[in-house]
């Protein structure tokens, strides 16, 4: 991989002047691109187009909702969330540089509708604040049909909940997603991901668990087929004791699609009492698919409770034996099976859409 730079010169803007290095955060921000580890993270796509592309012309998400009591949506931004890590997400920081404003929306009550985002094309980056106790449903969906991308960091202050459901369903020529969660004391947070497999689509997802019993539960279904991609990373970090997080992600691959994930649990010292766990469950179908999956765990403190587990398989023969056997042809027994496993991770409010489009194709495709 040849080294990474970012396009064009980026001036730092105010807000983020009080971050450590921020002085010469250009500087920075390259050498964090080109570091080992990040360098990793992008073994299997080429991040070059991706880097390229954060400085793009940048419109507004569509957002309803936001006229409720206790919502507050602003163009601009007095101070950065918890959370920013130059190293994890250089290009996801080159974009809030990049960008000629941010969106900032504050949650100060508990809403009764959901706050609903729409990325109807390249968007501009969005900070979004809860505040202590509040209860947010957050609806997120992506209808691009051109190259985009996204970045939205949430901080949940303590107490605070998150019911978060987002569709990346799009045919699109590419699409990058980054997403960092900061959850405080007894937080919690939880994340339906829907996604299918495009030109070439990657979805970065970094939780922070940064204070005492917070909770975090991800469960994602994939479906990536026809030559599309699509490339999953997802860091969790357990900085305080007794946090508790899940994740449950399963993928189906099919007829020369090529999906990549990557989970990875760090565990800090002193975070004593934790409990994390990480399922990561892969289907190939068809002929052709590619499938690389490796989940890791970092661990720096004893009296944890945590587990990772990845599978790589074709639908089970003696299951398929078991329809057949009862009269259901081959073709819908195997409909039937693979649509039984996406439907384990497919809930919330926005799971019809995602049925549709990931159930109903792999009814198709069978």
């Keep these: 991989m040849a080294d990474l730079t970012l396009p064009t010169t980026l001036a730092t803007p105010d807000w983020l002047a009080d971050l450590p290095d921020a002085g010469s955060l250009p500087e920075v921000l390259e050498q964090a691109l080109n570091s080992p580890a990040h360098r990793e993270r992008w073994k299997y796509t080429k991040p070059g ?8 012309p940048m419109i507004d ?9 206790g919502v507050a949506l602003n163009q601009s931004i007095d101070a950065p969330l918890a959370g920013f890590d130059l190293d994890q997400a250089p290009e996801a920081i080159a974009r809030l540089c990049y960008a000629d404003h941010v969106m900032t929306l504050d949650v100060s009550a508990s809403t009764d509708e959901p706050i609903v985002i729409n990325h109807a094309g390249n968007t ?12 947010l449903t957050l609806l997120e969906s992506a209808d691009a049909s051109d190259d985009a991308q996204q970045s939205i960091w949430i901080d949940l202050a303590p107490n605070a909940r998150v019911e978060h459901s987002r569709n990346a369903l799009n045919d699109a020529p590419s699409h990058w997603q980054y997403l960092n969660v ?12 829907h996604v299918a497999g495009c030109g070439s689509r990657r979805q970065d997802i970094h939780i922070i668990m940064d204070g005492q019993g917070a909770e975090a539960t991800l469960v994602s279904a994939g479906k990536v087929d026809g030559k599309m991609a699509l490339d999953q990373q997802v860091t969790l970090e357990h900085r305080q004791p007794r946090g508790q997080s899940k994740q449950t992600i399963h993928n189906i691959v099919a ?9 990875r649990i760090h565990i800090h010292e002193g975070a004593a009492g934790t409990d994390a766990q990480l399922s990561n469950k892969n289907l190939g179908m068809g002929e052709h698919a590619t499938i690389n ?3 890791e765990l970092e661990i720096y403190t004893d009296d944890v409770s ?10 089970s023969q003696d299951a398929l034996f078991y329809l057949t056997s009862r009269g259901i042809d081959r073709t819908a027994a195997e409909a039937l ?14 799971a019809d859409q995602a049925l549709t489009a990931l159930v109903g194709r792999a009814r198709e495709e069978s």
């Design 49 to 56: 187009p991706f880097v390229a592309a954060t400085q793009h």
């Design 61 to 69: 998400p569509d957002i309803g909702g936001e006229s409720q009591n």
């Design 124 to 135: 501009r980056p969005m900070l979004i604040r809860v505040a202590a106790g509040v209860s």
């Design 182 to 193: 900061h959850l405080q004391a007894g937080a919690h947070y939880q994340l339906n991901n």
């Design 255 to 263: 007829n020369g699609g090529k999906c990549t994930f990557n989970g």
């Design 293 to 295: 999956t490796k989940p």
């Design 306 to 315: 945590c587990s990772h587990g990845a599978t790589v398989g074709t639908i």
């Design 337 to 350: 099976l693979s649509q039984g496993f996406l439907r384990q991770c497919i809930d919330g409010p926005l």
